[in-house]
């Protein structure tokens, strides 16, 4: 299987660089025996009541930030993951690559100190009380590479679900970003459940696909977590003869890899799986 063999033309044009002002008026592309296109609030037609959806309820963090050197040359640092309440891994873009112990100014005065450098990657701490404040207040969204303007204030509440509370990703699971609440209610009201995984996704979500052979790619990593309960939702939903849905490829990478030894277990871990053409679904 080539890399060629996944080629197809994608007009600029029809690249939206903003959102439509109401998340449900996204258009629907529905693949059946024949092709329907529709729009995003129209969904409950296309979905059976006892059916599940599975949703990742991760929240993207601002995870772009902007400083300076001790010596004055710019620095942009674009976070991959949260280490802990203080740490990160991120990429650093800088004229000259910073030293290690040094120290970054960032655009409100605080500072994070470059701690170690693997992989291309710098681990980096940040001289603060609360990281998730800091990056609320300095940090700006890193939009896709594919929207070509700068993040604007809207962004901070458009770029996320409306069911994201689990920060981590430096990237949206874009395929939620069509729900608001009032559908999800209308839809729990025909008898459709959601449920929930969590997948923090990273920067390699962005990475091309340079090997020839698809086999050859080797797939970048992202932490996920699916508990108990959403297990149990999802294994009740199948013996009662409803389908599972995934609302995005995050969300069947959280579940495939949960249940990888063939039976779906609540887990916490990494998962680089790769899902292409022959693959066996396990859950979806």
């Known amino acids: 299987m080539k890399l060629t063999d996944f080629d197809f033309e994608l007009p600029k044009s029809l690249i939206a660089q903003n959102p439509p002002k109401n998340r449900t008026d996204s258009r629907l592309l529905v693949p059946q025996s024949t092709i329907i296109d529709s729009f995003f ?6 979905i059976k009541p006892g059916d599940l959806l599975v949703m990742n309820n ?24 949260l280490l802990n309440d203080r740490q990160v891994l991120a990429m650093v873009k800088a004229s000259r690559a910073p030293k290690i112990d040094s120290f970054i100014t960032l655009e409100n005065g605080d500072k994070a100190q470059i701690i170690s450098k693997e992989n291309g990657f ?5 001289v603060t009380d609360s990281l998730i404040d800091l990056l ?28 994201a509370d689990r920060d981590g990703a430096v990237a ?5 970003l069509h729900f608001d609440d009032e559908l999800l209610s209308s ?3 025909k008898g459709i459940e959601h449920c929930f995984v969590t997948l923090h996704v990273g920067a390699g979500t962005y990475q091309p696909v340079k090997a020839d052979k698809i086999t ?34 995050t969300a069947v990478r959280s579940m495939e890899s949960a249940a990888k030894s063939g039976q779906l277990k609540a887990t916490k871990e990494e998962t680089d799986i790769f899902i292409y053409p022959g693959y066996e679904f396990k859950v979806v």
């Open 216 to 249: 050859d790619h080797k797939m970048h990593s992202e932490y996920f977590e699916i508990d108990q309960s959403s297990v149990d939702q999802i294994n009740q939903t199948k013996d009662n003869g409803g389908r599972i849905i995934a609302v995005g490829t």
């Open 58 to 81: 991760t929240r993207v963090i601002p995870a772009r930030l902007f400083g300076h050197k001790a010596s004055g040359g710019k620095v942009e640092i674009m976070i991959e993951r």
């Open 41 to 46: 609030h129209q969904i409950e037609s296309f």
């Open 172 to 176: 949206a699971p874009t395929a939620g």
């Open 122 to 126: 710098y681990t980096l701490d940040f």
């Open 136 to 163: 609320d207040n300095v940090g700006h969204i890193p939009l896709p590479p594919y929207i070509e303007r700068s993040d604007e204030q809207a962004d901070l509440e458009r770029y996320q679900t409306v069911f």
């Open 187 to 189: 839809l729990k009201e």
